[in-house]
């Protein structure tokens, strides 16, 4: 429970305007219990059982506070909705409910997005003093801007691609193929253009990919060089590998909102790239034998 229900509930402020509360919690017994207390402490409550509802809201509707669970079922849940109300209400109070008093440093770089981490459990006149306090303060100003995947991964292609290789050289799978710097990364920048434009262009749920003469010519390129199938199949995995990591060194800027869908387009991109790269090897292959 997000707090200790033997508690009496706050006296409620009748002086002042009613703010308007977002809470997000996916168990039905906690959002309730949490809605009923901040009403009666003089909030105007909505309440939201999922994270698609919570987007849904925030949308439609202004809000000056946001109070959401960290985990919902998913890890990441409540990051997604403090990330989405800094977009559209970047003066709204946000306030996230944790059972984990000790987070992973990367789950604290992300909360730099969140004004505040409320631990459970929490009594009620603890919960609304703090919420009041920070309204009476204001919402903590980010400090870092947010940043789609995109922006992130077309600002870093360069670093992504160094990263890559110094990847490749320590894997003697790829390298017993000697090739020069600039050969073996001859095929990423076109790659990352392709990437940034399906981030930027985004295509709907099982939809196939764009068809890309760069990675066509990318397969035909690695069959001439002495590459075996299973070594264009190591360096995309490795490529994904060097990706990710590029956005698990910028969590602190990222926007969770649409993180999701975007990994899952990253995914898919690679994927089809390697495919194509792929189909045109074993064509090259046919012709040379």
């Known amino acids: 429970m997000p707090y200790a229900q033997s508690d009496k509930l706050p006296v409620v402020d009748q002086t002042t305007s009613k ?10 017994a906690n959002r309730e219990t949490l809605g009923m207390v901040l009403e009666f402490s003089g909030f105007d ?9 919570a987007l849904k809201q925030i949308a439609s509707q202004p809000f000056d506070v946001l109070l959401t669970d960290l985990h919902m079922p998913a890890h990441g ?12 209400h970047p003066k709204a109070a946000t306030f996230i409910l944790s059972g984990y008093p000790e987070m992973s440093a990367a789950t604290s770089a992300l ?10 459990p929490m009594t009620p006149d603890a919960l609304v003093e703090a919420i009041r306090k920070r309204l009476r303060e204001g919402a903590i100003p980010s400090m ?13 292609s360069i670093a992504t691609i160094d990263d890559w290789y110094r990847r490749t050289e320590l894997d003697p799978s790829v390298l017993f193929i000697h090739l020069e710097q600039s050969e073996r ?9 392709d990437l940034v434009y399906r981030l930027r262009h985004p295509l709907l749920l099982g939809t196939h990919a ?20 299973a070594m264009l199949v190591e360096e995309s995995r490795m490529l994904q590998v060097s990706i990710f990591q590029t956005l698990q060194n910028n969590l602190r800027t990222v926007d969770f909102s649409l993180l999701l869908g975007d990994i899952m387009a990253i995914a898919d991109e690679v994927d089809s790239q390697l495919a194509q790269a792929m189909t045109s090897y074993t064509a090259e292959s046919n012709v040379t034998i």
């Open 45 to 53: 409550v909505v309440i939201a059982g999922d994270v698609n509802e």
């Open 19 to 28: 703010p308007r509360i977002l809470v997000v919690d996916d168990e039905k």
């Open 77 to 88: 849940d409540g990051l997604t909705v403090v990330s989405a109300m800094r977009h559209s």
């Open 185 to 193: 990364c001859e095929h990423l920048p076109a790659l990352f253009r």
């Open 144 to 156: 870092h801007g947010v940043e789609s995947v995109c922006a992130i991964l077309g600002r870093e």
């Open 111 to 120: 909360l730099l997005q969140t004004d505040q981490v409320l631990l459970k």
């Open 210 to 229: 764009l068809v890309s003469s760069d990675a066509a010519e990318h397969g035909r390129r690695r069959q001439r060089q002495g590459y075996s199938a």
